[in-house]
């Protein structure tokens, strides 16, 4: 069975990460981008045509991910489609996801193999076999699928889409922006139905007057047909980076070796843009512990349990600690950071001293000199 995926890059904000970059391109990791992830996922699965929905501030994602060929969409049929308002004649932002469908109509309905589509957010990370999503949901028999996964909620975190289950894995209650206890499964935002029935329901959801996925289409099968819906449980770890406090604590989690190893697997690889750098340097006195250093770094001083982007310098006697530090930041001599996200090209001069907490980082905006 063919399918299709269509990624949405937009969904969501976390402060000034995203000011100016879309949730799909937040570098994570030391060396990928959000969306790397999705596309990984993707293309593990076969899918060879590929749609990303952006709203705005998307150049930089383009830019990363190009023809796609790192993740083999550099094809004369089907591949890569970035649907952007100013292609999908569109000035205005979306009023909700089935909006932002109805407007890739035309992208929708192009390619009459594929029988499915499996759509997918930026903002939570895992490493899922699609593959064997498309195949449970082609199996259940049901209009939709949607995944999830347990241990996310909590009672203190507000859940796009959440759902608790009877005993013999039927829905007993679905919520939509609902803060719900530990019992209730997390909607992964990843959703896969057949392409005829998704059309359907988009142009029909639109003549009314009803724009959400959550809200208008997965809450509202609930209540019009129960049995409609199958949900898949992902049992591997999943990052949901929908506030700063969760990217930051999600990033240095990485420094945890079987975190590490779920989310980026061998026979599962993350694909991500191949940049040419030279080997990082490690002066004589520096100490580096627990971290993830990226190529071309320069470090003299002390690093601690932190991320290290591409082509980071820490001058000597700087000590970094619970950081995120992103591609050609300068640390001076003799600074102090502590529970600190720097964006790309920042410059912290010599002794500065920027310590936050695990609850709130400070924040330094791209290019920034403090």
Same mark, same amino acid.
């Given at each position: 069975?063919?399918?299709?995926?269509?990624?949405?890059?937009?969904?969501?904000?976390?402060?000034?990460?995203?000011?100016?970059?879309?949730?799909?391109?937040?570098?994570?990791?030391?060396?990928?981008?959000?969306?790397?992830?999705?596309?990984?996922?993707?293309?593990?699965?076969?899918?060879?045509?590929?749609?990303?929905?952006?709203?705005?501030?998307?150049?930089?994602?383009?830019?990363?991910?190009?023809?796609?060929?790192?993740?083999?969409?550099?094809?004369?049929?089907?591949?890569?489609?970035?649907?952007?308002?100013?292609?999908?004649?569109?000035?205005?932002?979306?009023?909700?996801?089935?909006?932002?469908?109805?407007?890739?109509?035309?992208?929708?309905?192009?390619?009459?193999?594929?029988?499915?589509?499996?759509?997918?957010?930026?903002?939570?990370?895992?490493?899922?076999?699609?593959?064997?999503?498309?195949?449970?949901?082609?199996? @259940?028999? /049901?209009? !939709?699928?949607?995944?999830? +996964?347990?241990? %996310? $909620?909590?009672?203190?975190?507000?859940? #796009?889409?959440? *759902?608790?289950?009877?005993?013999?894995?039927?829905?007993?209650?679905?919520?939509?922006?609902?803060?719900?206890?530990?019992?209730?499964?997390?909607?992964?935002?990843?959703?896969?139905? @057949?392409? /005829?029935? !998704?059309?359907?329901?988009? +142009?029909?959801? %639109? $003549?009314?007057?009803?724009?959400?996925? #959550?809200?208008? *289409?997965?809450?509202?099968?609930?209540?019009?047909?129960?049995?409609?819906?199958?949900?898949?449980?992902?049992?591997?770890?999943?990052?949901?980076?929908?506030?700063?406090?969760?990217?930051?604590?999600?990033? !240095?989690?990485?420094?945890? +070796?079987?975190?590490?190893?779920?989310?980026?697997?061998?026979?599962?690889?993350?694909?991500?843009?191949?940049?040419?750098?030279?080997?990082?340097?490690?002066?004589?006195?520096?100490?580096?512990?627990?971290?993830?250093?990226?190529?071309?770094?320069?470090?003299?001083?002390?690093?601690?349990?932190?991320?290290?982007?591409?082509?980071?310098?820490?001058?000597?006697?700087?000590?970094?600690?619970?950081?995120?530090?992103?591609?050609?930041?300068?640390?001076?001599?003799?600074?102090?950071?502590?529970?600190?996200?720097?964006?790309?090209?920042?410059?912290?001069?010599?002794?500065?001293?920027?310590?936050?907490?695990?609850?709130?980082?400070?924040?330094?905006?791209?290019?920034?000199?403090?």
């Amino acid at each position: 069975m063919k399918a299709m995926g269509i990624i949405f890059a937009n969904d969501g904000t976390i402060g000034s990460l995203t000011e100016k970059r879309t949730m799909a391109s937040l570098p994570f990791g030391g060396r990928y981008r959000q969306v790397d992830f999705a596309l990984s996922n993707l293309c593990a699965a076969g899918i060879r045509h590929v749609g990303i929905i952006t709203r705005h501030s998307y150049q930089s994602l383009m830019n990363h991910i190009g023809s796609g060929e790192e993740w083999g969409l550099e094809l004369e049929e089907g591949g890569l489609e970035f649907l952007t308002p100013y292609a999908m004649s569109r000035t205005d932002n979306y009023r909700g996801k089935l909006e932002s469908l109805y407007s890739a109509m035309a992208f929708l309905e192009y390619g009459k193999e594929d029988e499915y589509v499996i759509m997918i957010d930026s903002a939570i990370l895992s490493n899922i076999d699609l593959e064997d999503v498309l195949d449970a949901h082609i199996a @259940s028999g /049901k209009a !939709l699928t949607v995944v999830t +996964k347990a241990g %996310i $909620a909590n009672g203190a975190k507000q859940l #796009d889409l959440a *759902l608790k289950l009877n005993e013999d894995g039927s829905i007993a209650d679905m919520a939509v922006d609902y803060v719900a206890p530990a019992d209730y499964l997390a909607s992964m935002d990843i959703f896969v139905l @057949s392409k /005829k029935w !998704l059309v359907h329901q988009v +142009k029909e959801h %639109i $003549a009314h007057a009803l724009y959400h996925m #959550d809200r208008d *289409l997965v809450l509202g099968l609930w209540h019009s047909d129960p049995a409609a819906i199958h949900v898949y449980q992902f049992k591997g770890h999943a990052m949901f980076n929908e506030s700063v406090e969760e990217y930051f604590n999600n990033s !240095l989690s990485l420094n945890c +070796k079987p975190i590490r190893d779920d989310l980026f697997h061998h026979n599962h690889p993350v694909y991500t843009k191949v940049r040419d750098r030279v080997p990082s340097y490690y002066g004589e006195d520096c100490e580096i512990e627990n971290c993830i250093v990226a190529d071309g770094c320069m470090l003299e001083g002390e690093v601690e349990n932190s991320v290290l982007f591409r082509q980071v310098t820490v001058c000597e006697g700087a000590e970094v600690e619970d950081c995120i530090i992103m591609n050609d930041a300068v640390i001076g001599e003799g600074a102090e950071l502590k529970y600190v996200i720097l964006d790309k090209d920042v410059v912290v001069r010599p002794g500065a001293k920027l310590v936050g907490s695990p609850n709130a980082p400070i924040i330094i905006r791209r290019g920034e000199i403090v």
